[in-house]
């Protein structure tokens, strides 16, 4: 667990356990917990308790807030960060065959920008992977890719549809037509008989994803 440690003035057992718990949760949810999911995760007797520890908390430096809204914390490590960002789920796309699958409006997740190469103004959105052709690349079934509405370059990873099927492989040309290669050496290249649309380039992978809606 990442614990941050450097702050304005030393923090007490109980802060500590309250700073854990801001990270744990951002973490797993890209959200910060409210006063009142503190409160009942610490069996405060009421809210103003969890509140004065924030207060204490900012003050000593270990986090920020940004405004008077709700959630509105932000953890100071990441005050220099690039913004946490929403993407759009669109469903699930094979990691395998191509199939016919229509992708649908699956909730959001949360990335963070820096770490996947975007910017708040990049046309990005996520796939839920299904299947096994990806493995070798490290795609596992049920992780999520991060996909960006760019050109593809040769050897990118990409979202795409071939002969009105989609897909997700790596997309190869070597000076020629262009063609679709698993990372698995049991599913065969796929070769666009009439049409070949890239839908997305793989910019980053989230394992163990938490969606939001």
Same mark, same amino acid.
């Given at each position: 667990?990442?614990?941050?440690?450097?702050?304005?003035?030393?923090?007490? /057992?109980?802060?500590?356990? =309250?700073? !854990?718990?801001?990270?744990?949760?951002?973490?797993?949810? &890209?959200?910060?917990?409210? #006063? +009142?999911?503190?409160?009942?995760?610490?069996?405060?007797?009421?809210?103003?308790?969890?509140?004065?520890?924030?207060?204490?908390?900012?003050?000593?430096?270990?986090?920020?807030?940004?405004?008077?809204?709700?959630?509105?914390?932000?953890?100071?490590?990441? /005050?220099?960060?690039?913004? =946490?960002? !929403?993407?759009?789920?669109?469903?699930?796309?094979?990691? &395998?065959?191509?199939?016919? #699958? +229509?992708?649908?409006?699956?909730?959001?997740?949360?990335?963070?920008?820096?770490?996947?190469?975007?910017?708040?103004?990049?046309?990005?959105?996520?796939?839920?992977?299904?299947?096994?052709?990806?493995?070798?690349?490290?795609?596992?079934?049920?992780?999520?890719?991060?996909?960006?509405?760019?050109?593809?370059?040769?050897?990118?990873?990409?979202?795409?549809?071939?002969?009105?099927?989609? #897909?997700?492989?790596?997309?190869?040309?070597?000076?020629?037509?262009?063609?679709?290669?698993?990372?698995?050496?049991?599913?065969?290249?796929?070769?666009?008989?009439?049409?070949?649309?890239?839908?997305?380039?793989?910019?980053?992978?989230?394992?163990?994803?938490?969606?939001?809606?």
């Amino acid at each position: 667990m990442f614990l941050l440690t450097v702050f304005k003035m030393k923090l007490t /057992a109980r802060q500590q356990e =309250i700073l !854990d718990y801001l990270q744990s949760v951002h973490r797993q949810s &890209g959200i910060m917990p409210s #006063t +009142r999911e503190i409160q009942e995760h610490f069996g405060f007797a009421s809210q103003t308790a969890a509140v004065s520890h924030l207060r204490a908390l900012e003050k000593k430096g270990a986090i920020i807030k940004k405004d008077r809204k709700a959630r509105s914390l932000q953890l100071a490590d990441a /005050a220099d960060r690039e913004p =946490i960002v !929403d993407v759009p789920i669109y469903g699930a796309i094979p990691a &395998g065959y191509a199939d016919d #699958t +229509r992708p649908e409006a699956d909730g959001t997740l949360s990335v963070d920008v820096r770490s996947m190469g975007l910017t708040e103004r990049s046309k990005a959105y996520a796939l839920k992977v299904r299947g096994e052709s990806m493995i070798d690349a490290h795609i596992m079934d049920g992780d999520h890719v991060v996909l960006e509405y760019r050109e593809p370059r040769d050897q990118d990873i990409v979202a795409a549809l071939i002969d009105g099927e989609t #897909t997700l492989k790596r997309f190869v040309t070597n000076g020629r037509k262009p063609y679709l290669k698993a990372e698995n050496e049991m599913y065969p290249d796929l070769i666009p008989a009439q049409e070949l649309l890239i839908q997305g380039v793989m910019v980053g992978l989230v394992r163990g994803a938490t969606r939001r809606w």
